[in-house]
């Protein structure tokens, strides 16, 4: 990550509530959701997103331009209520990338992942057009885990990227649905221990929820 991305990431994450020798500024905590999508779903902030997704993507594909998408959706059994995500967008081939912060853990969350992301491949379904033959577009769900880790994951190991494979050989069985899990509560890397882009990413996270914590504890 550029020197000037990172900070800006910083920036973003930030609010002041005023200035005084005792406090001239407090950083809240990136993970809170209206600080998330202040810095990731925003019209400003396409660039941003654009890049941690680039980072996070590892080379699966390059993500040229995206295009903010609904982020809402209704729930399916009474007294439900709707599932708001943190962002959805799409790149200019109509892949779509589901973004969501899980601060703690949730029961059955592997499911409730499953589930939500097929609420997207069902979108795509074209109203009364035959000649679809279930052409899907790619999909990729990436959620950040802030308080909480996945069950039978290796200790140190905060990156999991999850896919529908053949059992017996370990290949792809299906390759346009992805799910890539980051256990941020794992992530406690200094600054020289920095090795890849996605580290300096979560260390810029980290950064800006460190210098909250710091300057709150002086006001």
Known sequence: MSEELQENVVKESSIVYGKTPESPVIYI???????????????????????FLNVVLEGKRYIESITYGKNEYPGEIRDEGNSVFDFICKDKDGVTFLVEVQRQEQKNFKERSLFYTSRLISDQSPKGYKEWRYNLKEIYSISLLENFSLPET?????LHNVSLCDTDTGSVFYNKLHFTYIEVAKFNKKEHELKTLLDEWLYAFFSSGEICQLNTRGT
């Open 154 to 158: 290796k200790p140190g190991k905060y």
């Open 29 to 51: 905590n990136p993970f809170e959701d209206w600080v998330f999508k202040r810095i990731f779903a925003s019209e400003s902030s396409k660039e941003v997103a654009k890049a």
